[in-house]
């Protein structure tokens, strides 16, 4: 991480790397994180809570919100809200400052399970407060929902998300949003989720330290997983938002959708740079950053192409909340550009290894070399199996669903890479 200072001194801009993934167009940028000095350490942040409080949930309402309450004082850096849902939808407080005014708030009476009435508000409310503050630095919303059950009251999901996500960008464009799902017993639906967060959300979050979708088939299990959660936003809420810019449409961040010429990534503290795809024929050039500095992007010498795994990883992980929000028809593409791109990172990865000595070399030299080969067979069989596991994915049941969003494959490509490594001391060697 370098501070926005010390990017000024080699001019207004400072420098990131990027090359080319094979004879494709897509390009692999690595941009340095700028940090100016004279502003937070994180970005604002706002949570919004939208809790089941349908007559199945009983006292879990309460249980989970008073769980939830100490991120009010732990994450949370501007006013957040409370919405509790039944048959209708009430806001308990959109100015929520403490854990303890979170703690004090009653959740009234139960019903029927009416979600999207929840989600509507607790949009409605992010949209105010978005106006509220349109001249003051721009506020990260994390939306989270929690359920035990299948909508049955009011119009479905299936037709009213997609319209709040429509109404939440045309009246807040450029909002920073960002969705969790907490699925409480086999009964609650993990495509619905995951269609919320397709239609809402602007900014994934890392899932370094937020899963993708968290589940608890009893609600014996619920405090674990609500713990886990509270630790993820912890985590996060310690980070930065960067909205990035480009002369051109050609930043690559939804395999399934044309390039744009923005995006928004959330960074940690821990991240000294941040990395992007970018779709054009000629080498992209530069980008802006939204606290003015401008990145001259320059040609890698030392192509990264593990780091390209992970990235890729990462468009695996969004390519299955799609493919779990509707169906296959709506990630085919997605699946033929990220099966074109495995393909790619395979061929130079090869060709950085092609210069293998065996006949004369040293036993040290022959396990190094064989370690190599064996690296790039595991990372490109690894996200292989899991593009062919996107296309071949049939479940139904919710669990099987959530599995499918945080089971074995859902880790880090880079992780491949280190696993090569040991598996390989075991491998014999080649002669």
Request: charged content about 25%; glycine content about 4%.
């Given at each position: 991480m370098i501070t926005k200072e010390e990017a000024v001194d080699v001019g207004v801009e400072t420098k990131g790397t990027a090359f080319r993934i094979g004879q494709t167009d897509t390009w692999f940028a690595k941009i340095p994180v700028v940090n100016d000095e004279n502003s937070a350490d994180s970005s604002p942040l706002a949570l919004h809570f939208v809790l089941d409080n349908s007559m199945s949930m009983g006292k879990l309402t309460d249980e989970v919100k008073n769980e939830f309450s100490p991120l009010i004082d732990g994450a949370a850096?501007?006013?957040?809200?409370?919405?509790?849902?039944?048959?209708?939808?009430?806001?308990l407080s959109p100015n929520i400052g403490t854990t303890k005014e979170m703690m004090a708030l009653q959740t009234g009476k139960q019903g029927m399970t009416n979600i999207p009435a929840g989600v509507k508000r607790a949009v409605d409310t992010i949209?105010?407060?978005?106006?509220?503050?349109?001249?003051?630095?721009?506020?990260?919303?994390?939306?989270?929902?929690?359920?035990?059950?299948?909508?049955?009251?009011?119009?479905p999901p299936e037709t009213r998300?997609?319209?709040?996500?429509?109404?939440?960008?045309?009246?807040?464009?450029?909002v920073q949003l960002s969705v969790v799902v907490v699925g409480i017993t086999k009964n609650s639906s993990t495509s619905m989720g995951?269609?919320?967060?397709?239609?809402?959300?602007?900014?994934?979050?890392?899932?370094?330290?937020?899963?993708?979708?968290?589940?608890?088939?009893?609600?014996?299990e619920m405090s674990k997983v609500t713990s886990k959660l509270v630790d993820g936003l912890i985590n996060i809420s310690r980070g930065q938002i960067i909205k990035v810019s480009h002369a051109e449409e050609a930043i690559?961040?939804?395999?399934?959708?044309?390039p744009t010429s923005t995006t928004t990534v959330r960074s940690l503290p821990s991240d000294k740079d941040f990395i992007l795809l970018f779709e054009c024929s000629d080498f992209p050039g530069s980008v802006q950053l939204d606290n003015g500095?401008?990145?001259?992007?320059a040609e890698s010498e030392d192509p990264s192409y593990d780091q390209v795994a992970e990235l890729l990883q990462k468009h695996l992980e969004k390519t299955r909340v799609q493919r779990v929000a509707s169906d296959m028809e709506s990630?085919?593409?997605?699946?033929?550009?990220?099966?074109?791109?495995?393909?790619a990172l395979e061929g130079e990865m090869k060709k950085s290894y092609s210069?293998?000595?065996?006949?004369?070399?040293?036993?040290?030299?022959?396990?190094?070399?064989?370690?190599?080969?064996?690296?790039?067979?595991?990372?490109?069989?690894?996200?292989r199996n899991q593009l062919a596991e996107i296309a071949n994915f049939a479940a139904q049941n919710s669990e099987e669903q959530a599995a499918f969003l945080n089971g074995k494959y859902s880790k880090f490509a880079s992780k491949a890479l280190r696993r090569a490594v040991p598996a390989c001391d075991k491998m014999p060697l080649r002669r």
């Open positions: 850096s501007k006013p957040s809200s409370l919405t509790v849902f039944h048959d209708k939808a009430d806001v949209i105010a407060q978005e106006k509220d503050n349109a001249n003051t630095e721009k506020t990260h919303h994390i939306l989270v929902l929690l359920t035990d059950g299948m909508h049955n009251s009011g119009p998300f997609p319209k709040i996500g429509k109404h939440l960008r045309e009246s807040v464009p450029d995951m269609l919320l967060k397709t239609s809402l959300e602007t900014v994934p979050l890392s899932s370094d330290c937020v899963d993708t979708i968290y589940f608890a088939p009893t609600t014996k690559l961040a939804d395999m399934g959708a044309k500095t401008t990145v001259q992007l990630v085919r593409s997605s699946v033929a550009r990220l099966g074109v791109l495995i393909d210069g293998l000595h065996l006949a004369k070399a040293r036993a040290v030299d022959r396990l190094t070399q064989n370690r190599a080969v064996t690296t790039i067979i595991v990372v490109a069989r690894e996200l």
